[in-house]
């Protein structure tokens, strides 16, 4: 059974738009940003389902979508034949006047303002295309549908929420009276809310518990009776436990507590109940124990972000557990989550974009048709973006530092921009121009620019570069030097009551870090690899004060440990001899919050004003520019305006 086909004309938030999901496909995902309506694709399928007799019945918060004002149509492809469905009257009716099916049934249906409605079954196949003829099939094939007994649809929404459950005397009572193994009761429960499977789970788990170790006593005495050897013991909890270790090897299920009414598992030797898990297994157990407890291996699973609570680790395995699950069928996921994306592949993952004005999702395409949302969705680390409403900006850094969220901080509006990082300079240059390419190649609109530090470039070496590959060199050192605003500290200086000039602080907490300054400055004018690295760093650490008392001993320790020889060597002593001449110059200008080692003089200014962390600092800086009690930098100005001009 696989959905095939899905087009929308007008519903909701959508306008023109169709999803036709390749016929192989066992896994499909839906991406894109919050609000574009990833759920209520998945709600539209839950709607059809019951039209074509797959779910027998709907429970929706948010209501059955063939209430309101649409005009949508969905197809699905069924495993049935006609011969499997319909007795062998009907059968022959049609093969006298040509019709066959092909295993596809499409609802169609259309409701106005006014209230209006249209709706159609229609069942496509060869021979005759008498309407009327393919309308009577479709109807005839929607009663056997509906009459079969076995669960084939599981529709679980993203309200998951685990509490520990109190489960009353007589609800237990009524529990143990429930024929838990009825088809008909599995079926009638696959499509309640979340958070109603829940309970009932837990009373499942009991009731069968309990039943189940019934029947083996009555069986061991009956034994005991006739003198026959003891029932085997069978565990219908077995292919619950079994699949759980699949996804979470660690986790193993134990049982019952008929006391305190809740699951108990065992994590590495130490027994827990249901409750005591972590939530992301919590949410695996449960989610396994909906599969197996309706038994769906053949049908449609429709899961809304089944990333919830789960690390990126494990994430890709569990996906690919909820992939081969069905035996014989498809999954439709909602998702944000790359590996998810990965898992099914770019053929069978759908990216749902809107308009930035109208907020209305018109363009839904297959990752397939996107290379460079490709592109992206591996830079960013995420697939939950539209190339046509948002800017990327490739940024120095790798995802365990904090640059994006102080560019996120700095330019105040992360609504329509996203910062990835994209390692060092080089990195940040080559990305941006692979993806202007590839953009340009496949005719994408595209509005992606990089940012990169200053660092020790002239301003002849800035505007080549910018020339060259479209980035925007900061006009700083790097991010962090914004932070230190002279202006905006001084407003914190005068808060904190210190009477120290704000110029002298920068400049004591930036000498700290002067033979860092002086030895990243030589090698980059040098262009040559320093060894031994250890012997660098420690030449390196000297402050100023150290490095002024003797400037020509500190020339001859750093040219000694930089391990060169030769004219390699004099180049390196001429530029170590210009780079603490120009930090010499550099430490008395209103220049040197710009110029100076940003992050590191960062960490000692903050706390000269008797802050908790850098981060507070930051944060009493950048309300200072909100709040207009002094001008943003031109920098900081300049930085702003590059991204709005993407």
């Not at 489960?167 to 309640?192: G, V």
């Not at 109603?196 to 009991?206: D, G, N």
């Not at 320093?530 to 150290?546: C, G, K, M, S």
């Amino acid at each position: 059974m696989r959905i095939v086909d899905i087009k929308i004309e007008q519903w909701r938030n959508f306008s023109n738009v169709r999803i036709q999901a390749p016929e192989d496909a066992t896994l499909v995902c839906l991406i894109g940003e919050n609000g574009t309506g990833k759920s209520n694709i998945l709600e539209l399928i839950s709607a059809v389902a019951h039209r074509l007799g797959i779910s027998p019945g709907i429970e929706i918060p948010r209501g059955d979508p063939f209430s309101e004002p649409h005009s949508f149509s969905v197809s699905i492809r069924f495993n049935e034949t006609i011969g499997s469905l319909l007795d062998e009257q009907q059968v022959q009716h049609y093969t006298q006047i040509g019709i066959s099916w092909n295993g596809v049934l499409t609802v169609t249906s259309n409701k106005n303002e006014q209230g209006q409605h249209n709706h159609q079954l229609f069942a496509h196949g060869d021979g005759s295309e008498e309407i009327v003829q393919r309308v009577n099939l479709a109807a005839q094939l929607i009663g056997k549908l509906h009459e079969r007994k076995n669960t084939h649809y599981l529709s679980l929404d993203a309200d998951r929420a685990y509490p520990p459950i109190e489960i009353h005397p007589q609800h237990y009572a009524q529990a143990l009276a429930e024929d838990w193994e009825s088809p008909q009761k599995k079926k009638h429960r696959a499509f309640a809310p979340t958070r109603t499977m829940y309970e009932e789970w837990v009373k499942f788990f009991l009731a069968k518990e309990t039943q189940d170790a019934t029947k083996m006593q009555h069986a061991e005495r009956r034994a005991k009776e006739l003198g026959n050897p003891r029932p085997e013991f069978v565990d219908g909890f077995d292919p619950y436990k079994n699949s759980v270790k699949k996804v979470l090897p660690h986790l193993n299920f134990v049982g019952v507590d008929t006391v305190h009414k809740t699951l108990l598992f065992d994590s590495s030797g130490l027994e827990l109940k249901f409750t005591n898990l972590s939530s992301g297994e919590r949410e695996i157990s449960f989610i396994i124990g909906q599969i197996e407890r309706f038994q769906l291996h053949q049908g449609i699973l429709l899961i809304d972000e089944p990333e919830l609570h789960l690390n990126p680790d494990l994430l890709r395995n569990w996906v690919a557990y909820l992939r081969d699950t069905v035996e014989d069928g498809q999954v439709w996921i909602s998702t944000h989550s790359l590996e998810a994306v990965e898992t099914s592949g770019p053929s069978s993952s759908f990216v749902l974009e809107r308009t930035k004005d109208t907020r209305i999702v018109e363009n839904i395409r297959s990752l397939s048709d996107c290379p460079v949302l490709t592109v992206l969705s591996a830079a960013v680390g995420s697939p939950a973006f539209s190339l046509s409403s948002l800017k990327f900006v490739f940024i120095e850094g790798d995802r365990q530092g904090r640059e994006k969220e102080r560019f996120y901080s700095l330019y105040g509006d992360s609504r329509y921009v996203r910062f990835i990082e994209g390692g060092g300079c080089t990195e940040v240059s080559k990305k941006l121009s692979a993806v202007r390419e590839l953009a340009v190649e496949t005719d994408e609109q595209l509005f992606v620019g990089g940012v990169i530090d200053a660092d020790f470039r002239t301003q002849v070496m800035i505007d080549e570069l910018q020339l060259k590959t479209h980035v925007f060199v900061l006009g700083c050192h790097e991010i962090e030097n914004l932070y230190l605003h002279p202006s905006a500290l001084q407003v914190v200086c005068n808060r904190a009551g210190i009477e120290r000039d704000v110029q002298e602080i920068i400049q004591d907490a930036a000498d700290n870090f002067a033979g860092l300054w002086v030895l990243q400055r030589t090698i980059l004018n040098t262009n040559v690899k320093i060894e031994p690295e250890r012997a660098l760093n420690q030449i390196a650490a000297q402050n100023w004060n150290v490095i002024n008392a003797d400037i020509a001993q500190y020339v001859v320790n750093i040219c000694d440990a930089c391990g060169l020889a030769g004219d390699d060597l004099n180049t390196f002593n001429q530029n170590v001899n210009d780079s603490i001449n120009e930090y010499r110059n550099v430490r008395e200008t209103e220049n040197l919050w710009k110029l100076c080692m940003g992050k590191q003089t960062l960490r000692i200014v903050y706390q000269e004003f008797g802050m908790s962390s850098v981060d507070s600092l930051q944060n009493n800086i950048t309300m200072i520019w909100e709040n207009g009690e002094v001008n943003a930098p031109d920098e900081l100005v300049a930085l702003r305006d590059y991204i709005n001009a993407l």
